[in-house]
């Protein structure tokens, strides 16, 4: 008789616990150290000392807060399409910035993520969380699409931050095919291009073939400050400033790299895109 | 033959300067070490280049670190050269060979002797060379552009100092990329890339199969070109920092350490203690997350789904604890120049080691359970090889590397800020141990299931490393070193270097003249040594094992294309 040595059970090797233990499911907002959405601080709707705002200016890299000189008075303007969330304003001058821990809305126009100080609507609350946008997503698309929202994601020069939060989507935490979001391998099958990246030269023909290959209706996401607007790359000799430059963009999700909270409320504009 | 600073000088180093002096003196201009470990050999003649860098890889056991070109015509009249060896023999020591090539007269370029031929793992640079500055190395087997594609005009070379970083360059007609052709019965061309079925970055793939075999593979990159280096030329130091975190985003931590050591170097500044302990803890941190996350896509690709969705749960659960710890889920800002911008005071400390325990335990029994599986270990064992001796050549990094019997970790050879005082790997400190250790690179075959082992392991050591410098350290409040702005002396440089997880990055930065500004910043990630290692390691595996291979190795495309 040959003794087959019996298998050690599954359930004996990974015991009874799961590894998505519950703070995992349910601490499913920003940590409260996330540098997310930065905005003007509200406290004080003085004029700023001319020297902090000169400092701001020129500490931020990817030339995000810019200032105008009109009737002797400063004004600010922050671009959160260029922000790559590094925090160095509000070390420089924390009286006008201050970096939320929720992150940053995404638009579908451009202007709206240009906002001057002081503030209008200043008042951010809470991020919501994953499963909050994710149900919205989800009754979006069973009433605009019946049944799910096909994505084609497309490198088109970013550092890898956002494919690995684009990527994060699909892990069961966030597990978004229970939305009915879902990751095709070709651009004929997508409703929506996610495309990340500076938008570099190199890119360039293969972005907009793929742009091409998208049947209509069609919607693309900008995904992060690269995307949105060149963010630290800019616009340079080997990179667009930005993917709008080489395709329309009908929604831009700011962030560097975007949580990927930010992402599925990025896919929520653009369900109503296609609506 | 000057030392700077000879107080404080490497003694390998000082040795090779004069081994070098003895035996090339009438051929150098000048022999010196700076920044303690580098020995830089001037050549009289950019003729000499063969043979001074033949020695030092042949006969000093150099590895061929990175190819440095920089336009110093404005200062010095010519372009200068400078190879950078790394010996890995014990000693932490760096030979830098530096030659000046002339600026040719018109029609003639300039050029430089090629050494693609008798020293492969320089063919790459020495083809980026030719398309960032235009000089031409000679007899080059491989004539094709590199960095620049088909459609850039010939003349341009964007990092030479007259061309200015937002010119925009008109389109010229396509020339075409002119693929090896694998010709024969039955041989056909599978082409991909480069925007490809899943969500990873762009490259293109040219398969020549025969059947399901793979005959030949090129591969075709640099589409995330962004001008990385260039554009460090128009930044100021402190903004470099942010860009360095954003050469490859899973890697910030290791990039952005490599970028603040070499500045610090330049200043003569040694960040505290504490500071330097932190970027440790958080350079391991990035190590486990993205091995565990690599794991799972070696999962995925051999099909076994539940392995795959487990161990991303324990990369979440990381990427979690990086935004706790550092405000961002890719540990964007963990560096400054001089030291670091986070702490990890008590709760955050006692954070940590709770978290990656955890995460540690249920990686463990995830590992067990995927050891198990023959579904699994049959698709990796003997798929994708590289021999020592190729991986030699090649100048293969990190866990490449290593998983190809190759004993290099620059953690250990070169023991850069916390890292001296770590034990690496614990088991290897007597001669017993050191025998095995031997023995057992030897027994590392190369394939996917050594790669596979390799990060397993590193994954344990990563977390045992974080246990033991959480466990000692530093009290001192400092967490920043001041960087005074007359200690970055115009033109001063140094090399940095860190073990990211997928192994040595070296970055060469030059001070500038004015302030704050750099006048050159190469950067050589882990993954621009190691992606010509995938064309050798497919070849007569079937297709099917593409994606496999390739997630073993581990390579990033941005990384490579800067």
């Known amino acids: ?275 | 033959m000057t030392t700077d600073g000879a107080a404080d000088v490497h003694s390998g180093a000082a040795r090779l300067e004069s081994v070098l002096l003895g035996r090339f003196g009438g051929r150098l201009t000048s022999v010196r070490v700076i920044n303690r470990n580098e020995v830089h050999v001037d050549l009289g003649s950019k003729e000499d280049i063969p043979v001074l860098c033949l020695y030092v890889s042949d006969e000093l056991k150099g590895r061929l670190a990175t190819v440095v070109c920089s336009d110093e015509r404005r200062v010095s009249g010519s372009f200068l050269l400078r190879y950078a060896f790394d010996i890995e023999n014990g000693e932490d020591v760096f030979v830098v060979v530096t030659a000046r090539v002339e600026q040719g007269l018109p029609p003639s370029p300039a050029s430089f002797p090629s050494l693609a031929l008798r020293l492969p793992a320089s063919a790459l640079y020495e083809r980026e060379i030719k398309d960032m500055f235009g000089l031409i190395p000679e007899e080059h087997p491989d004539p094709r552009p590199l960095t620049l594609h088909e459609h850039w005009p010939e003349d341009v070379f964007p990092m030479r100092k007259e061309f200015e970083l937002r010119t925009k360059v008109a389109k010229a007609q396509d020339r075409g990329y002119a693929f090896l052709k694998v010709e024969g019965d039955g041989v056909t061309e599978i082409p991909v890339g480069p925007v490809h079925a899943g969500i990873i970055e762009p490259g293109h793939f040219r398969f020549s199969v025969l059947g399901e075999t793979i005959a030949n593979l090129e591969t075709r990159l640099f589409y995330t070109h962004r001008g990385v280096e260039k554009l460090a030329e128009d930044l100021r130091l402190d903004q470099v920092l942010l860009l360095s975190e954003r050469i490859s985003g899973d890697e910030s931590v290791a990039n952005s350490s490599a970028y603040c050591q070499a500045v610090e170097k330049v200043a003569g500044v040694t960040p505290p203690p504490r500071a330097l302990q932190v970027r440790a803890v958080c350079a391991e941190l990035e190590r486990v997350y993205n091995h565990v996350g690599t794991l799972a896509g070696l999962s995925t690709d051999v099909g076994f789904a539940y392995g795959a969705a487990r161990l991303n749960i324990l990369k979440e659960r990381m990427m979690r604890l990086n935004e706790e710890v550092a405000g961002s889920r890719l540990l964007f800002g963990v560096n400054r120049v001089g030291g670091v911008g986070i702490d990890l005071p008590p709760d955050k400390s006692r954070l940590v080691k709770d978290t990656i325990d955890g995460v540690l335990d249920d990686f463990n029994r995830m590992v067990k359970l995927l050891k198990r599986d023959s579904s699994v270990m049959d698709r990796l064992r003997g798929t994708g090889a590289i021999g020592p001796n190729e991986a030699a050549e090649m100048g293969l990094v990190g866990v490449a590397a290593r998983s190809s019997g190759l004993d290099i970790d620059t953690r250990r050879d070169h023991p850069y800020g916390a890292y001296g005082s770590i034990t690496i790997s614990p088991r290897y400190d007597t001669p017993r141990h050191i025998t095995e250790r031997e023995v057992e690179m030897a027994t590392r075959r190369g394939d996917v299931l050594a790669r596979f082992e390799t990060r397993v392991e590193e994954v344990v050591n990563s977390v045992n490393i974080v246990g033991e410098v959480l466990r000692s350290l530093d009290s001192g409040p400092e967490l920043q070193a001041p960087v005074p702005r007359e200690a970055l002396r115009p033109f001063g440089h140094a090399l940095g270097y860190a073990e990211s997880h997928r192994g040595q990055t070296v970055h060469w930065v030059m001070i500038g003249d004015a302030p704050d500004s750099i006048f050159r910043y190469k950067v050589r990630t882990a993954s621009f040594a190691n992606w010509p290692a995938i064309e050798t390691a497919v070849l007569n595996d079937i297709v099917a094992d593409f994606p496999l291979i390739n997630k073993s190795l581990d390579l990033s495309y941005a990384g490579n294309d800067l």
């Open chain 1, 1 to 275: 008789m040959i003794e087959m040595k019996k298998k050690e059970s599954t359930h004996n090797i990974l015991g009874d616990h799961v590894e998505t233990d519950k703070r995992v499911l349910e601490g499913s907002r920003s940590a409260p150290a996330f540098r997310g959405d930065v905005v003007f601080t509200v406290s004080d709707a003085q004029p700023a000392d001319p020297e902090l705002i000169r400092l701001a200016v020129a500490t931020c890299a990817p030339r995000a807060i810019t200032s105008n000189e009109v009737d002797g008075e400063f004004q600010l303007t922050l671009d959160k399409g260029r922000c790559i969330m590094c925090g160095r304003c509000e070390e420089a001058a924390p009286i006008i910035f201050e970096a939320k821990s929720n992150f940053a809305r995404p638009a579908r126009k451009r202007s709206e993520l240009v906002v001057a100080r002081p503030p209008e609507n200043a008042a951010t609350g809470p991020g919501s969380s994953h499963e909050e946008i994710g149900k919205r997503l989800s009754e979006k698309i069973r009433g605009t699409l019946g049944r799910s929202l096909a994505i084609r994601e497309v490198d088109a020069g970013s550092c890898n931050g956002c494919e690995v939060e684009v990527a994060a989507l699909n892990n069961a935490i966030y597990d978004v095919e229970r939305f009915g979001v879902h990751f095709v391998a070709s651009p004929r099958h997508a409703d929506v291009l996610l495309v990340t990246g500076v938008g570099t030269r190199n890119m360039e023909s293969a972005l907009r073939r793929t742009y091409d290959a998208t049947p209509d209706p069609k919607v693309v996401v900008a995904v992060g400050a690269c995307a949105c607007t060149g963010g630290i790359f800019g616009d340079t000799y080997a990179t667009s400033g930005g993917v709008g430059n080489i395709v329309p963009v009908d929604v831009y999700v700011p962030g560097c790299p975007p949580r990927p909270e930010a992402l599925l409320y990025g896919l929520l504009l653009a369900v109503d895109r296609i609506g």
